[in-house]
Nanobody
């Protein structure tokens, strides 16, 4: 199973971006999906997660400004980010905690990351 993230880019402060992450492969069921980010010189941190049934969790730093959603039929997770700040500048990574495939179970999968740069 592979994860492909997209949607990053350069945006001015106050702007919006929508990130997408598509999972591909012999997928039977994706479980909790999420977005994490890593700013230069900092550790990777949680942005938001969503369970298969739609329960969400957000970091305090993005709560109220971001919305995570998923389309189970498309094996895709989204992150809509509004009112972006320079502090949101980071590489954003998508994650799936575990995946049931047609042959086995895979754990803790990560996408390649997509860069979000917010200018002041």
């Amino acid at each position: 199973v592979q994860l492909q993230a997209s949607g990053g880019g350069l945006v001015q402060a106050g702007g919006s971006l929508r990130l997408s992450c598509v999972a591909s492969g012999s997928i039977f069921r994706l479980h909790r999906m999420g977005w994490y980010r890593q700013a230069p010189g900092k550790q990777r941190e949680l942005v938001a997660t969503i369970t298969r049934s739609g329960n969400t969790n957000y970091a305090d730093s993005v709560k109220g400004r971001s919305t995570i959603s998923r389309d189970n039929a498309k094996n895709t997770v989204y992150l809509q980010m509004n009112s972006l700040k320079p502090a949101d500048t980071a590489v954003y990574y998508c994650n799936v905690d575990w995946v049931v495939t047609t042959t086995n179970i895979e754990y803790d999968l990560w996408g390649q990351g997509t860069l979000v740069t917010v200018s002041s």
